[in-house]
């Protein structure tokens, strides 16, 4: 048995998400059905780095795959590829320390989100469309309230008896690209529908209709309102996943440029 990273880029669009269901259609339940097929086996381990929400996509998704295989790591990287949807593609495949654990070894994970200030015909499966205008500088001066060690409880659909929702959040960017406002949140994990949750509350300090300074608040005190703001999946990337001694990303781009010149 030989142990393989992966790294996966993919459109979430179609998909109830990363984690292999029975009876649903997924994104890691498609890369299985499709390792199944090439390599003629069932007897294999394949695991994510973690889960992503239906709707939600990625640049840069890491797995690793435990099988016996004779085929060389770009063989079984074309073969899989040439068998996934088309909105599926797995970027790398290289082999691994027979110890790497995708989700156990991360050292941390970012996101990239992606709001559009206007209508797209050409965009509207990777961005959030929101109509009113944003102040960027309110988003950024807000944004400085998450950084560090918080519990999101009031972020998250994760019962807090049962699963920790403190989360450090290393790094919180709001930037413009011309007719986008690029959110990016690393941290060394994430509560089920932060994220959303997080752009949500930004916009809403955006639009002017919640002050930055209630962000403290929210942090604090359990409130139902981060649930009411939730971002669309449409505009959420993973963005990359960090192991041990990686170079983090300083520069923030755009998935798809889709400004016009006026």
Same mark, same amino acid.
């Given at each position: 048995?030989?142990?393989?990273?992966?790294?996966?880029?993919?459109?979430?669009?179609?998909?109830?998400?990363?984690?292999?269901?029975? @009876? $649903? *259609?997924?994104?890691?339940?498609?890369?299985?059905?499709? &390792?199944?097929?090439?390599?003629?086996? +069932?007897?294999?381990?394949?695991?994510?780095?973690?889960?992503?929400?239906?709707?939600?996509?990625?640049?840069?998704?890491?797995?690793?795959?435990?099988?016996?295989?004779?085929?060389?790591?770009?063989?079984?990287?074309?073969?899989?590829?040439?068998?996934?949807?088309?909105?599926?593609?797995?970027?790398?495949?290289?082999?691994?320390?027979?110890?790497?654990?995708?989700?156990?070894?991360?050292?941390?994970?970012?996101?990239?989100?992606?709001?559009?200030?206007?209508?797209?015909?050409?965009?509207?499966?990777?961005?959030?469309?929101?109509?009113?205008?944003? @102040? $960027? *500088?309110?988003?950024?001066?807000?944004?400085?309230?998450? &950084?560090?060690?918080?519990?999101?409880? +009031?972020?998250?659909?994760?019962?807090?008896?049962?699963?920790?929702?403190?989360?450090?959040?290393?790094?919180?960017?709001?930037?413009?690209?011309?007719?986008?406002?690029?959110?990016?949140?690393?941290?060394?994990?994430?509560?089920?529908?932060?994220?959303?949750?997080?752009?949500?509350?930004?916009?809403?300090?955006?639009?002017?209709?919640?002050?930055?300074?209630?962000?403290?608040?929210?942090?604090?005190?359990?409130?139902?309102?981060?649930?009411?703001?939730?971002?669309?999946?449409?505009?959420?990337?993973?963005?990359?996943?960090?192991?041990?001694?990686?170079?983090?990303?300083?520069?923030?781009?755009?998935?798809?440029?889709?400004?016009?010149?006026?």
């Amino acid at each position: 048995m030989a142990r393989y990273k992966l790294t996966v880029e993919y459109e979430g669009t179609r998909y109830r998400g990363w984690q292999p269901q029975k @009876n $649903v *259609r997924t994104v890691g339940g498609e890369i299985q059905r499709a &390792i199944h097929d090439v390599c003629k086996t +069932s007897t294999f381990e394949f695991q994510g780095s973690g889960r992503t929400d239906a709707g939600v996509h990625a640049l840069g998704q890491v797995a690793h795959l435990e099988i016996a295989t004779q085929l060389a790591p770009d063989v079984l990287r074309m073969k899989l590829n040439d068998v996934l949807p088309a909105d599926i593609s797995i970027l790398d495949l290289v082999r691994a320390d027979a110890r790497f654990h995708a989700r156990h070894h991360a050292a941390s994970r970012s996101y990239l989100y992606q709001i559009c200030r206007r209508r797209t015909a050409l965009g509207k499966r990777f961005v959030w469309w929101v109509k009113d205008p944003l @102040n $960027v *500088r309110a988003m950024q001066s807000a944004a400085h309230h998450f &950084i560090g060690m918080h519990d999101f409880r +009031s972020f998250t659909d994760d019962d807090p008896d049962e699963k920790s929702t403190k989360v450090e959040v290393e790094e919180l960017r709001v930037e413009e690209h011309g007719d986008l406002v690029l959110v990016r949140m690393r941290g060394s994990h994430f509560v089920w529908k932060m994220v959303r949750r997080v752009v949500g509350v930004l916009a809403e300090v955006g639009r002017g209709a919640l002050p930055g300074t209630a962000v403290p608040r929210l942090l604090h005190e359990e409130s139902d309102l981060p649930a009411q703001l939730t971002a669309p999946p449409s505009g959420l990337f993973l963005e990359r996943v960090y192991y041990k001694d990686e170079p983090i990303l300083t520069d923030l781009q755009p998935v798809t440029n889709i400004s016009y010149e006026r």
